[in-house]
């Protein structure tokens, strides 16, 4: 921190004191370790049913920035960002389809993104995890339970988020038939992450 004295070679003793604690309390937290995700190990799919039959997807491309104090687990802050064109149903003319205005309209939003609000500790050792999801330009307040363990140096953060995909318009015109695709969709995440 030496570099930053010589600014402050006007100041008295007292003054460079302070003004050293100042620097120090704006760069400590830049320097502190700040959990990375592991996206290798991490993954963000969806599980919904057409014509009754469960349908497997995920996301390919996905960020998360998780501030997990385990100490204060209400203090913890977790955000998470999709690009929607990412999504894989595992059939190129599929994926092109549901890109579409009609389904994610990727054009116009290609994010679908997660922020917290609050969490605390819930039933089973679980965070009750309370935030705003935005997808398609439409956000609603959701809520889910979240596991969290650890794994060598890695922290694990896995849960399941159920959704209904007409509060986002997703699906419209002859797509807001639920008997062809049921508006019920479960969000599945595993996040991995180190320091």
């Known amino acids: 921190m030496t570099h930053f004295l010589p600014h402050f070679?006007?100041?008295?003793?007292?003054?460079?004191?302070?003004?050293?604690?100042v620097c120090l309390a704006v760069t400590i937290p830049a320097l502190a370790a700040v959990a990375k995700l592991e996206a290798a190990k991490s993954t963000v799919g969806i599980v919904f049913k057409q014509m009754n039959v469960p349908v497997d997807a995920k996301f390919k491309k996905f960020s998360a920035s998780i501030d997990y104090n385990s100490a204060k687990p209400e203090t913890s802050k977790a955000t998470v960002d999709i690009d929607v064109s990412s999504f894989d149903l595992g059939d190129p003319e599929y994926n092109k389809e549901v890109l579409k205005k009609e389904?994610?309209?990727?054009?116009?939003?290609?994010?679908?993104?997660?922020?917290?609000?609050?969490?605390?500790?819930?039933?089973?050792?679980?965070?009750?995890?309370?935030?705003?999801?935005?997808?398609?330009?439409?956000?609603?307040?959701?809520?889910f339970p979240l596991t969290v363990k650890k794994?060598?140096?890695?922290?694990?953060?896995?849960?399941?988020?159920?959704?209904?995909?007409?509060a986002f318009s997703i699906g419209e015109g002859e797509w807001k038939d639920t008997g062809m695709v049921a508006d019920e969709v479960v969000i599945k995440f595993h996040v991995v992450t180190s320091q």
């Not at 006007?10 to 003004?19: D, G, I, P, T, Y």
């Not at 994010?111 to 609603?140: E, P, Q, R, Y």
């Not at 794994?151 to 007409?166: D, H, M, T, W, Y």
């Open 9 to 21: 070679s006007h100041l008295s003793r007292n003054s460079k004191v302070v003004a050293a604690a």
């Open 103 to 143: 389904w994610f309209n990727a054009a116009q939003f290609p994010k679908a993104s997660f922020v917290s609000t609050s969490m605390k500790v819930g039933a089973n050792g679980k965070l009750d995890v309370v935030g705003n999801l935005s997808i398609k330009g439409k956000t609603v307040v959701t809520s």
């Open 151 to 166: 794994e060598g140096a890695n922290q694990v953060f896995e849960g399941s988020l159920p959704i209904k995909r007409l």
